[in-house]
């Protein structure tokens, strides 16, 4: 059963921490990107109102919701890895009794 285990699940586990790892990093790359173009219509891309609006809208808004996204990302990450090392804690105490 640990043999079947270790095939299926842990690989798994693995994939799903680094997959949330990569999503922050990610995450973060959008938000520089964000705050670019929000500079950009600053710098007069769009101007007037609508430009003050839209770099307004993108760091108020839009950076807001993406830093809150990238923490979740970070919070599930650790919480995965956490619950793989439990896991694998419980399986060596599990089979530290048949010993």
Not at 22 to 42: I, R, S, V, W
Request: without cysteine; proline residues 1%; positive net charge.
């Amino acid at each position: 059963m640990a043999g079947e285990r270790d095939k299926i699940v842990e690989p798994s586990m693995v994939e799903m921490s680094d997959a949330f790892m990569k999503a922050e990093k990610q995450l973060d790359t959008t938000k520089g990107e964000a705050e670019k173009l929000a500079k950009l219509m600053e710098d007069g891309a769009l101007q007037g109102k609508g430009g003050e609006i839209f770099a307004t809208a993108i760091r108020n808004k839009l950076n807001k919701k993406i830093d809150k996204l990238a923490n979740k990302m970070h919070e599930l990450h650790g919480d995965v890895k956490k619950a793989l090392e439990a896991m694998r804690e419980a399986e060596k105490k599990a089979q530290q009794q048949f010993k």
